[in-house]
């Protein structure tokens, strides 16, 4: 699962794509906006060379007694000083429009951009994206594309405003002569050319840094995170892991520096370059008006128009180097959007147990092996064994045996590397992911603590049920927790989480059977039960009611079961030893005593401690 490569000019032409899908409308009303403010400040010097020009006509043919009277008089120069009045008032006053408009449309950009990524990520079947190094950093660089996503509109914006006061400029500065527009740009070329280089170089830096960034808020959050608050104290981890933080900072502040610093001396000096470009105009017009081409209305027109034509074209200028750097910071946006998961969807629904035949229904594990993303060693290898239907299947083992990455091959979060699983006689990856995972009822080792009501972190089991109180109160029932909805105060609305504003944190154990609840809730569709450490969390009393519970909603379904607990295996129909990846030994729990191999060990060890 490799991103695939974008140019620069490819990842700025969707980036513009994507700002013109999230806030067409806003969009519109700026260049609307830009228009009028952009050509504004023209027009209003076209009209001030009108009215100096007139005035000093009036001056030179000895004045007026009565000024007011001779500019009531005068339509062209009345006309002139009311637009170029209401032109400034206008311009001045919907500063504040502006800059209304312009956040909408940030946020707009903003939120459309983060909730394609966010939707890419909540939907990507292949969770190798959360555990790849290569794809972590991709994941990273493309929050940082968000942010320069934002930086974007804002050129955009200001491109728009730009060009609008570009245009009116040339149009005008043409007038003095026509060389004018073209010696500014000229002058203004290498400065671009800078900047281009300059953004390359410190993107190029950021690109390098990105693991250094996430290691640095692995550490950030391992500081603030909740998870890790009580550990952190007691084995007073703070130096440590703000040491850490503080020097990958200065390491990458120090290399960031470096490129900003090297870059912002070239930069400033091309732009006085470009700067020196302004004076041939400006001292061609005033030569102008010495010699009498010019009128003194020109000179006020031209320098005003002039300054006018360098500012607009700096602020394209500097945009230049922008906008080629938001073309290399949001390609990992586009990279991350294209990316194509390696475990796809089959487009298949489950056949009834009843259409296979009689020794293909259930699940067949065949000579499966399995390596994890980028691990250069198998964690399963060569692995064969039958879930019957109504089975009970213990897989048991010792640490890193790789009981709980069988499961997950179950549930099909991974596919093999090699080899297939069966159920009923189709292959896993022909069903589509949907109804394979409709057909599951998963508790994981490391179950999810929704930050959400207790309704929602049971009722999130089978949504179509999510509502009915009876529902949501029998499986707590059934995981032994009926009481926790009515001692907490909401009841079932209760937040759980310290996160949430008035969230109540839970135990454990108590956590743990939530869990059991949320899978219980879509028991009446599931057909494999998955438990992974399904009691750790509880005492041994409540381990054996869960025990019991596990039993009973096992009956006519098969389950998996994985636990250290062998006394939970003992229950099993089948248990299965797993060593280093393979399995060693499997049978009933008698067989497998009477075989006195390794479960045997095993159990004799654990029987004896609990003597
Ligand atoms: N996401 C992962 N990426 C790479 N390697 C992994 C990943 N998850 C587990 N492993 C490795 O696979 C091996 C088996 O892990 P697994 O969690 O399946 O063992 P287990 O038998 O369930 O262990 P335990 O009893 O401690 O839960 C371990 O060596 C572990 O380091």
């Given at each position: ?113 983060r909730?394609?990524v966010l939707?890419?990520v909540a939907?990507?079947?292949?969770i190798?994206l959360f555990e790849t190094p290569?794809l972590l950093n991709?994941l990273e660089?493309s929050e940082k594309?968000l942010e ?61 840094q990105a693991g250094i960034t996430r290691k640095m808020s692995i550490y950030a959050k391992t500081i603030i995170s909740e998870d890790f608050a009580k550990e952190v104290r007691l084995f007073s981890l703070q130096n440590v892991l703000l040491e850490r933080w503080r020097s990958l900072f200065n390491q990458m502040f ?145 640490n890193g045996?790789?009981?709980t990455?069988?499961?997950k ?33 998963v508790v994981m080792q490391d179950y999810a603590r929704f930050p959400a009501t207790l309704r929602e972190n049971v009722?999130w ?15 707590l029932?059934?995981a032994g927790i009926?009481q926790l909805a009515?001692t907490l105060e909401q009841g079932l609305e209760t937040p759980l989480g310290k996160q949430l504003e008035e969230g109540v944190d839970l135990s454990g154990g108590q956590w743990q059977r939530v869990a059991i609840a949320r899978a ?12 992974d450490e399904p009691t750790a969390a509880l005492d041994p009393?409540n381990e054996?009611?869960i ?15 994985v636990?250290h ?47």
């Open positions: 699962m490799q991103p695939l490569e974008l140019t620069p000019f490819q990842a700025l032409r969707r980036s513009v794509g994507m700002v013109f899908q999230a806030a067409p409308q806003e969009l519109r009303n700026l260049a609307l906006l830009n228009l009028l403010t952009g050509t504004g400040p023209s027009i209003s010097l076209f009209l001030s060379k009108v009215i100096i020009d007139e005035a000093s006509r009036v001056v030179e043919q000895g004045g007026v007694s009565n000024p007011l009277s001779y500019i009531l008089a005068e339509p062209k120069l009345l006309w002139s000083i009311a637009i170029a009045l209401g032109l400034n008032l206008i311009v001045d006053s919907v500063d504040s429009v502006g800059t209304t408009l312009f956040a909408a449309l940030r946020d707009r950009v903003q939120g459309y951009g909730g394609r939707e890419k939907y990507f079947d292949d190798a290569a991709l660089l594309g320069r996503l934002q930086r974007l509109s804002f050129i955009v914006a200001a491109t728009l405003m730009g060009i609008f006061t570009f245009l009116p400029s040339v149009i005008v500065s043409v007038s003095i002569a026509a060389w004018i527009p073209a010696v500014l740009l000229a002058a203004s070329i290498p400065s671009i050319l800078v900047e281009i280089r300059h953004h390359r170089k410190s993107w190029r830096v950021e690109e390098t120090t290399k960031m520096a470096q490129v900003r610093q090297d870059g912002a001396w070239t930069v400033m000096i091309w732009a006085l370059v470009g700067g020196v470009g302004v004076a041939f105009p400006y001292v061609y017009v005033v030569m102008g008006v010495l010699a009498g081409t010019f009128t003194l209305g020109d000179l006020a027109l031209y320098t005003g128009i002039l300054l006018q034509l360098r500012r607009s074209l700096y602020l394209l200028i500097a945009h230049t180097g922008d906008i080629y750097d938001v073309s290399l910071a949001t390609a990992p946006i586009f990279q991350l959007l294209d990316l194509q998961p390696q475990l796809h969807t089959g487009s298949q629904r489950l056949c009834p147990p009843a259409i296979a035949e009689p020794d293909r229904q259930g699940i067949q594990v065949r000579d499966l092996s399995f390596t994890y993303p980028g691990a250069h060693q198998p964690t399963l290898k060569a692995i064969d064994f039958d879930i019957k239907p109504g089975e009970m299947v213990a897989l048991v083992g010792e045996a790789g009981k990455t069988l499961a091959l179950l549930c099909r979060l991974y596919d093999p590397t090699a080899g297939s699983i069966y159920w009923n006689g189709q292959n896993l990856k022909t069903l589509t992911l949907d109804e394979l995972r409709s057909r599951l009822g009722g089991g089978y949504f179509p049920q999510m509502k009915t109180d009876t529902a949501i109160y029998a499986v029932q059934k009926e009515t219980l809730m879509r028991l009446t569709q599931v057909e494999l039960l998955v438990f009393k054996h009611e025990y019991r519970i596990f039993r009973t909603i096992a009956q006519n379904r098969m389950s998996v079961v636990s607990r062998l006394a939970l295996a003992k229950l099993c129909d089948r248990i299965v030893v797993l060593e280093q990846g393979q399995i060693i030994e499997q049978g009933s729990h008698e067989q497998l005593m009477a075989l006195a191999g390794r479960y045997y060990t095993m159990f004799s060890r654990q029987a004896s401690s609990y003597l």
